[in-house]
């Protein structure tokens, strides 16, 4: 015989007692929650990484920028300018990376040298990237970064 609508069942009564709804326990839900926190956090300091490598693009663009404009001067001049920011014929006119994120500094090695160095602004988000604390180019085309290798900041 079946049970009527006021009669419960065996397994109701054994197993799911009356003030208590199937569902999750508060156990399987913070689990849930801690897994999803650790998801996340990874998800996050990934990202970040990914961020701060495409910035970089805008310290060695300006430094690509510059040593090209740099060779036109010294094809002018016979000599590299020794001014970033001055207009030409006496400088290279330079006014500051495109998004404000490197300070680029010029130093000449004699007539025939120089190195561009870019660095993070102070304030700057890419102050956080440890990889790639510094570029540089010089005269003959040499890459260089610190503390990481040219491979891992120029690319």
Known sequence: MRPGPSQTTP???NFCPA?????????????????????????QAAWWQHVAA????????ALLGLAATQEAHYLDALSYADKLTAPPPDGLGFEGT??????????????????????PQTGSPQNMDDDCREFWIDQTGDRGSSPSPPSVCWD
């Open 11 to 13: 397994w109701k009564q």
């Open 98 to 119: 495109d998004n404000g994120w490197y300070a680029i500094k010029l130093e000449l090695n004699g007539p025939d040298g120089f190195r561009l160095t870019a660095v």
């Open 19 to 43: 003030y208590l709804s199937p569902g999750f326990t508060l156990l399987e839900i913070l689990v849930v929650i801690a897994i999803l926190g650790i998801l996340v956090t990874t998800a």
């Open 54 to 61: 495409v910035r970089r693009t805008d310290a060695t663009v």
